[in-house]
Structure formats: C-alpha cells, structure tokens
C-alpha cells in the first residue's frame, strides 16, 4: 500500500515563503515523476510543478521564477519551495507521484492535501 503524506501548508503574508513536502511510503519499486498540482476555489485544478527521477523540471507559467520543485530520491519525498506569494496562489495543494509498486502496478498515486492560504 502506498501513501503520500504532505505537511508545510499554512497562512503566510503576500510576499512571504513557504516550503512544502511530500512524503512516499510503502511497497515503492521506483518513482518516475513526482510533482504539485493545486485547486482554488470555484477553479479546476491544475498542474504547478512536476520533477522526473532524473531531475528534470517543468513549471506552470504563474509560479516560473517564484517556486522551486526538488527531490530526494533516497528518501521519496518531493519539495515545492514558495516564495514571492501572491494571494492568488491561494489554494489546497496537492501531490502526486507517479509510482511502480514492487506488485507490479504502475499508477498515479495523491497525497491528502495541504491548505496554503496567502493573506495580509
């Protein structure tokens, strides 16, 4: 059974930083990529930052410049590091890893969410 559990949200002024993590556990073979997607509300979710086992980084349009996506590998946990806030990156934000299960299956697995809310 594989578990993602997310930890760092909270509220943080405009302006300020936050640091996210995400952790995997369990019958983990391999992850691929690993990443943050995040939901406001009245709004569809969307893709803020994704990370390949290999290092590679792809970031949406609205945080380039402002978050940071990171791995460690050894340890399956996946970091996204905020900073310059806006309030619009107001959100529950999401993980998720792409994972190979040592059972053979392959799939696309979420943490619970974490509440980032950035306000004055």
């Known amino acids: 059974q594989v578990q993602l559990v997310e930890s760092g949200g909270g509220l943080v002024q405009p302006g300020g930083s936050l640091r996210l993590s995400c952790a995997a556990s369990?019958?983990?073979?391999?992850?691929?990529?690993m990443g943050w997607y995040r939901q406001a509300p009245g709004k569809e979710r969307e893709l803020v930052a994704a990370?390949?086992?290999?290092?590679?980084?792809d970031y949406s349009n609205s945080v380039k410049g402002r978050f940071t996506i990171s791995r460690d590998n050894a340890k399956y946990t996946v970091y996204l590091q905020m900073t310059s806030l806006k309030p619009e990156d107001t959100a529950v934000y999401y993980c998720?890893?792409?994972?190979?299960?040592?059972?053979?299956?392959?799939?696309?697995?979420w943490g619970q969410g974490t509440q980032v809310t950035v306000s004055s």
């Open positions: 990370i390949t086992s290999g290092g590679s980084t």
């Open positions: 369990g019958s983990i073979l391999s992850i691929n990529s």
């Open positions: 998720y890893g792409a994972i190979l299960t040592a059972f053979g299956f392959e799939s696309d697995y």
